[in-house]
Nanobody, 121 residues
Framework: QVQLVESGGGLVQAGGSLKLSCAAS????????MAWYRQAPGKQRELAAS???????HYADSVKGRFTISGDNAKNTVYLQMNSLEPEDTAVYYC???????????????WGQGTQVTVSS
């Protein structure tokens, strides 16, 4: 069974930094994409950043230049370095991955449990 486990959220002042981690565990054959979504109170979940298996990255306009997504293939882990944080970045951050488990011929989507990031002004 595949699981995504996030860590690294917390409370930080505006202008500060946080680094989130997400580790995929279980019987994994291949990972196509890993990404970070976020959901602020009263808003829809939105993509913050993504990284493909070829290391192609994509960022939401609102985080470009401030957030950096990176990965460690050996550890099936993706990171999100968040700098120059703003109160508007306050949200629950969810790890997302498209993974093909061992013994299966297709990819499936997986979500982590979410980690709270709160930026105070």
């Amino acid at each position: 069974q595949v699981q995504l486990v996030e860590s690294g959220g917390g409370l930080v002042q505006a202008g500060g930094s946080l680094k989130l981690s997400c580790a995929a565990s279980g019987s994994i054959a291949s990972i196509a994409t890993m990404a970070w979504y976020r959901q602020a109170p009263g808003k829809q979940r939105e993509l913050a950043a993504s990284m493909s298996s070829t290391s192609t990255t994509h960022y939401a306009d609102s985080v470009k230049g401030r957030f950096t997504i990176s990965g460690d293939n050996a550890k099936n882990t993706v990171y999100l370095q968040m700098n120059s944080l703003e109160p508007e970045d306050t949200a629950v951050y969810y790890c997302y991955a498209i993974i093909k488990p061992l013994g299966r011929g297709t990819f499936s989507s997986y979500w982590g449990q979410g980690t709270q990031v709160t930026v105070s002004s």
